[in-house]
T-cell receptor, first 116, second 114 residues
Framework: EAGVTQFPSHSVIEKGQTVTLRCDPISGHDNLYWYRRVMGKEIKFLLHFVKESKQDESGMPNNRFLAERTGGTYSTLKVQPAELEDSGVYFC??????????????FGPGTRLTVL | AQSVTQLGSHVSVSEGALVLLRCNYSSSVPPYLFWYVQYPNQGLQLLLKYTSAATLVKGINGFEAEFKKSETSFHLTKPSAHMSDAAEYFCAVTWYSSASKIIFGSGTRLSIRP
């Protein structure tokens, strides 16, 4: 079974440009999460989808970030326009969403974003 | 509010020595606790998780962690370090009324000396 995949693995853009990150969850996983780690700090939650609906977007830093999950399959995270402080590693995770102690989030390898 | 504190951003041990990575949590409700590991150039991998069953949890690669409510701790240990254990380790907490976000500690980078 394929794990969570993310594309691209690395992205280098200039301040003011737009970047779109993609996440493909494990097949059948209704829950999809985005997290971010800026350099030297902890991994922080951005938002949570249940199928195509945003369940919790309390971690989104500002309105330059837009996440979508059309059809409840893959998700994209767009940053427009990118700022220097957006640099970091963006992780995606997915889970079956049944809750309780059987629910585990599986993480992708991350996308390293560098804004120059 | 829930939070996680990892003591020591960098830990170095000799090959064959005991590994001890410290984690303390704060939670207003019974927590579910995790240790994740990130090997170089890879994603986060679940090492082990505590979900209110046995307080001593065994994970992959010989790691284990003990949940101590009185100390609000969930320290990660391995009796004998191997060179392949060099990685960054993250303690994390969540609560499960339903699927929910994970709150991570700041990470501890483990180095193994030959």
């Amino acid at each position: 079974e394929a794990g969570v995949t993310q594309f691209p693995s690395h992205s280098v853009i200039e301040k003011g440009q737009t970047v779109t990150l993609r996440c493909d969850p494990i097949s059948g996983h209704d829950n999809l999460y985005w997290y971010r780690r800026v350099m030297g700090k902890e991994i922080k939650f951005l938002l949570h989808f249940v199928k195509e609906s945003k369940q919790d977007e309390s971690g989104m830093p500002n309105n330059r970030f837009l996440a979508e999950r059309t059809g409840g399959t893959y998700s994209t995270l767009k940053v427009q326009p990118a700022e220097l402080e957006d640099s970091g590693v963006y992780f995606c995770a997915s889970s079956t969403g049944t809750g309780g102690d059987t629910d585990t989030q599986y993480f992708g390898p991350g996308t390293r974003l560098t804004v120059l | 509010a829930q939070s996680v504190t990892q003591l020591g951003s960098h830990v170095s041990v000799s090959e064959g020595a005991l590994v001890l990575l410290r984690c303390n949590y704060s939670s207003s409700v019974p927590p579910y606790l995790f240790w994740y590991v990130q090997y170089p150039n890879q994603g986060l991998q679940l090492l082990l998780k505590y979900t209110s069953a046995a307080t001593l949890v065994k994970g992959i690669n010989g790691f284990e962690a003990e949940f101590k409510k009185s100390e609000t701790s969930f320290h990660l240990t391995k009796p004998s370090a191997h060179m392949s254990d060099a990685a960054e380790y993250f303690c994390a907490v969540t609560w499960y009324s339903s699927a929910s976000k994970i709150i991570f500690g700041s990470g501890t980078r483990l180095s193994i000396r030959p």
